[in-house]
């Protein structure tokens, strides 16, 4: 069996979508499962355990001068890439007319087909148009969570969505194990504060303060940035908090993945960097600011928890939390 994953973007979303592959590769151990991605998230998808192609695409970066030779060029490549191989299932995990069009234009072995989801989840993308695009649609409950709805889809498709494999936690398979070292003596703890969402941000004077007393408690900090917003604030921090507080470089996914891997554990804001903590196994406090635990926050594991929800949680909830999750860590590892 060959099956096409297609989940372009964002990045929480494109982790998040991780957790289907384990469960392809426990119904059909034998299938070729290749994903198609936008080409930034390629890197860190190409390191899921169980894939055998990675199909990068540029459609962010075409929308800027579609028209230009360059870029018709590359369009041109990425179909040819596109239609190597005819596929038995292709499976749009986003439900958006741009992954849609590009599921449309994959080749399917006899009786393959194209599904996609039948209706909207609440706080979940959708256009209604994909109808017009794909073949076979799968209908999803009204309410569920990010992860459960993608496993969801792709059981239903395939129909293996009675088998007791989707009661089971959400699992995430690596291929490469992390190449790097904690910095020094001193346990690492990632502060995961960017996000392109300012109603997902926790107050600054709260990072701070918080960052004092991972310190205090022996903990040395990482901090991530993205852009020269987040490079400035991680830079007042650094100077604010002393030694203790390193700024990681600017760096590719799967580079990222690999220094957080090699952690002592995460705290961070809803964000694409809190899923890559969840998929990377880590200790965990992810930090909510708006009603939004329930679709996007962790699941299955007692050291990877949520605080916060409708407002966002004080210093002390999120200090109690992280007290508690590095507790839980240290009693019983996760599945």
Not at 88 to 105: N, P
Not at 267 to 291: K, R
Request: net charge positive.
């Amino acid at each position: 069996m060959r099956i096409l994953i297609v989940k372009l973007s964002s990045l929480g979303d494109v982790i998040q979508t991780m957790a289907v592959v384990p469960d392809l590769r426990a119904i059909f151990p034998h299938a070729q499962i290749d994903w198609v991605v936008e080409e930034a998230f390629a890197p860190l998808v190409a390191q899921v355990e169980g894939l055998s192609r990675v199909l990068p695409i540029g459609q962010r970066r075409w929308r800027k001068a579609y028209f230009s030779a360059a870029h018709r060029a590359e369009r041109a490549a990425f179909h040819r890439l596109l239609q190597q191989e005819a596929y038995d299932a292709v499976i749009d995990f986003q439900g958006l007319v741009k992954s849609a069009w590009v599921a449309a234009h994959t080749r399917l072995r006899p009786l393959g087909f194209r599904a996609t989801y039948a209706n909207a989840s609440q706080a979940c993308a959708y256009e209604w148009p994909v109808h017009l695009l794909l073949d076979r649609m799968v209908p999803m409950p009204a309410r569920i969570h990010a992860v459960a709805r993608y496993r969801l889809l792709a059981a239903r498709a395939l129909h293996y969505d009675k088998d007791p494999l989707l009661a089971r936690p959400p699992q995430y398979r690596w291929e490469k194990p992390a190449a790097f070292e904690p910095l020094g003596n001193a346990p690492l703890v990632v502060l995961a504060h960017g996000t392109t969402r300012a109603d997902n941000e926790w107050p600054e004077e709260d990072w701070l303060a918080l960052g004092r007393q991972l310190i205090d408690a022996g903990m040395a900090l990482a901090l991530p940035h993205a852009g020269g917003q987040e490079l400035a604030r991680v830079q007042r921090w650094a100077q604010a908090l002393g030694p203790q507080a390193h700024i990681w470089p600017q760096q590719g996914l799967d580079t990222l993945a690999q220094a957080m891997a090699a952690s002592a554990g995460v705290i961070g804001v809803d964000s694409g960097l809190s899923h890559l903590a969840v998929a990377l196994g880590l200790p965990h406090v992810q930090i909510f600011s708006q009603d939004r635990a329930w679709r996007a926050g962790p699941q299955g594991c007692s050291y990877q928890v949520a605080v916060g929800g409708a407002q966002a949680p004080t210093r002390a909830l999120v200090w109690q939390a992280w007290q508690q999750v590095q507790l839980a860590h240290n009693q019983a590892p996760c599945a």
